[in-house]
Structure formats: C-alpha cells, structure tokens
C-alpha cells in the first residue's frame, strides 16, 4: 500500500512547526501566505513524492543549518 504524500499547509513557519511536521514525515512545509498558484505546483509536486518547502521556510530552514550553535549540538 503506498504511504500517503502529505503536505502541511500552516501560516506558521517557526521552528517549533517546521521540525515537528518534517520528523513526522510529510511531504513539505507550505505557507498559507503562498500564491495560489504557487500552492497549486507545489501540491502538484507533493503528489509525486518530492518534498517541497515554501520559501519562506526553505530560507528559515537553511539559515538554521547555518547556525553555529547548532551544529555544535549535532
């Protein structure tokens, strides 16, 4: 049975939502803030199983990778 591809959609974009939803496995991290259009491609991209970030996230996400202190703790 294939696993279902599911993307969060959330008008948040800390880290305390971000990491939750990505370690429970879903397909992506989208902003409600998004164009529709752009929410309609990435959607579109979920279903055939990449992950997708919204920029904003992405931006967020890398900037943490980039931390310092948080590599110190990896």
Do not use: C, N, W
Request: hydrophobic share 40%; aromatic share 2%.
């Amino acid at each position: 049975m294939p696993t279902p591809r599911v993307p969060v959609l959330t008008m948040f974009d800390t880290d305390a939502d971000i990491t939750p939803a990505l370690k429970a496995d879903t397909t992506g991290h989208l902003l409600t803030a998004d164009r529709p259009q752009v929410l309609y491609e990435a959607i579109r991209t979920a279903t055939s199983g990449r992950t997708i970030l919204s920029e904003p996230v992405t931006d967020h996400v890398v900037q943490q990778m980039r931390t310092p202190a948080l590599l110190l703790r990896a």
